[in-house]
């Protein structure tokens, strides 16, 4: 393992496990994901679906080599509807969550508080945006009772054709002298060896096939490579706990897991917690709407008031704005 300086909370730390041919990344959020929680008092079980959505979203978005933005959405029929994370390259990260009160209440009350039982079926968008004067790229996996890091395996593997895997893992901790805070970890392996034929993987389920026909099953371990299988291997020994604890830095983690391979960490980038929202971004947006729907907006006392979903920060516009808003 090289570099004699460790990482501290709100970084993605790249590295490279080049025994087995894996490039991975590590992320770990400290008080970014705090004051994206705090701020909202989500429900806990909420909180630790939008921390997960969080963590995969910088593991994912820090890999862009240009000023854009990495947008994961997730749209589902369970008590949290939707997901959003929005990365703005190439640190800034803001995120929300949109759930049905009475539903989580009621699925916390029978408790089923993971996140595969608050998304329910849907599916999962990953946006790239480069820019206005760019083609947006977005690529989407169903949701069908899978975890996010399932679902974000099975981007990989229908899109890139790269074998992936992903963990996640939030916690809300205890800190003396702090009291509790939001922590959130994740990690992600990539099998990139130099030979392309080596990436083998089993075949996707057929579907519905036609009756009487003959379907070979195949163990998926029969067909990988040995490396991707050991690094699996690995991976699965990773405790929640490891992911999130800031008393076990990355650099400790990567070494228990691949020091019989030899692991090298790349240059770490941070993360901040901050918004994209303004006042001028905000009376943009509202010159969008139509008229009709910009004196629907007005109050009854003349104002108009808008509240940024993912800061909470509340823009008011006086009688006088608004009549120039809604006569524009």
Same mark, same amino acid.
């Given at each position: 393992?090289?570099?004699?300086?460790?990482?501290?909370?709100?970084?993605?730390?790249?590295?490279?496990?080049?025994?087995?041919?894996?490039?991975?990344?590590?992320?770990?959020?400290?008080?970014?994901?705090?004051?994206?929680?705090?701020?909202?008092?989500?429900?806990?079980?909420?909180?630790?679906?939008?921390?997960?959505?969080?963590?995969?979203?910088?593991?994912?978005?820090?890999?862009?080599?240009?000023?854009?933005?990495?947008?994961?959405?997730?749209?589902?029929?369970?008590?949290?509807?939707?997901?959003?994370?929005?990365?703005?390259?190439?640190?800034?990260?803001?995120?929300?969550?949109?759930?049905?009160?009475?539903?989580?209440?009621?699925?916390?009350?029978?408790?089923?508080?993971?996140?595969?039982?608050?998304?329910?079926?849907?599916?999962?968008?990953?946006?790239?945006?480069?820019?206005?004067?760019?083609?947006?790229?977005?690529?989407?996996?169903?949701?069908?009772?899978?975890?996010?890091?399932?679902?974000?395996?099975?981007? &990989?593997?229908?899109?890139?054709?790269?074998?992936?895997?992903?963990?996640?893992?939030?916690?809300?901790?205890?800190?003396?002298?702090?009291?509790?805070?939001?922590?959130?970890?994740?990690?992600?392996?990539? @099998?990139?060896?130099?030979?392309?034929?080596?990436?083998?993987?089993?075949?996707?389920?057929?579907?519905?096939?036609?009756?009487?026909?003959?379907?070979?099953?195949?163990?998926?371990?029969?067909?990988?490579?040995?490396?991707?299988?050991?690094?699996?291997?690995?991976?699965?020994?990773?405790?929640?706990?490891?992911?999130?604890?800031?008393?076990?830095?990355?650099?400790?983690?990567?070494?228990?897991?691949?020091?019989?391979?030899?692991?090298?960490? &790349?240059?770490?980038?941070?993360?901040?917690?901050?918004?994209?929202?303004?006042?001028?971004?905000?009376?943009?947006?509202?010159?969008? @709407?139509?008229?009709?729907?910009?004196?629907?907006?007005?109050?009854?006392?003349?104002?108009?008031?808008?509240?940024?979903?993912?800061?909470?920060?509340?823009?008011?516009?006086?009688?006088?704005?608004?009549?120039?808003?809604?006569?524009?």
């Amino acid at each position: 393992m090289t570099d004699s300086h460790l990482m501290g909370d709100d970084h993605i730390l790249p590295f490279q496990a080049e025994g087995l041919d894996v490039r991975g990344r590590v992320v770990r959020l400290g008080p970014a994901i705090d004051t994206i929680l705090r701020r909202h008092d989500y429900p806990a079980p909420v909180s630790r679906a939008l921390g997960e959505a969080t963590a995969l979203t910088l593991m994912l978005g820090t890999t862009l080599k240009f000023d854009g933005r990495f947008i994961l959405q997730t749209r589902t029929d369970g008590p949290v509807r939707m997901l959003v994370v929005d990365f703005q390259a190439p640190d800034r990260v803001r995120a929300c969550a949109t759930f049905d009160k009475d539903a989580v209440a009621e699925a916390i009350a029978a408790g089923k508080t993971s996140t595969i039982d608050l998304l329910g079926q849907g599916h999962l968008a990953m946006t790239i945006d480069q820019g206005p004067e760019m083609a947006r790229y977005q690529g989407i996996v169903a949701l069908e009772g899978e975890s996010l890091e399932a679902a974000a395996d099975q981007y &990989f593997r229908q899109s890139e054709q790269i074998p992936t895997r992903v963990r996640l893992a939030v916690a809300e901790n205890y800190v003396a002298g702090e009291g509790q805070s939001w922590r959130a970890g994740g990690m992600m392996i990539q @099998f990139l060896p130099t030979s392309p034929e080596r990436m083998r993987m089993a075949d996707l389920p057929p579907g519905d096939a036609p009756e009487g026909a003959e379907i070979l099953e195949q163990r998926e371990h029969d067909l990988e490579d040995d490396s991707w299988v050991e690094a699996k291997l690995l991976m699965g020994t990773v405790e929640d706990h490891e992911l999130t604890d800031p008393n076990v830095p990355a650099e400790e983690l990567l070494y228990r897991l691949f020091h019989e391979r030899g692991a090298r960490v &790349f240059e770490s980038s941070p993360v901040v917690e901050k918004c994209r929202c303004s006042r001028e971004a905000v009376t943009g947006m509202l010159r969008n @709407f139509s008229q009709q729907d910009r004196r629907d907006m007005v109050a009854d006392d003349g104002s108009i008031v808008v509240t940024c979903e993912f800061c909470n920060t509340r823009y008011a516009f006086d009688k006088a704005e608004t009549e120039e808003l809604v006569n524009a």
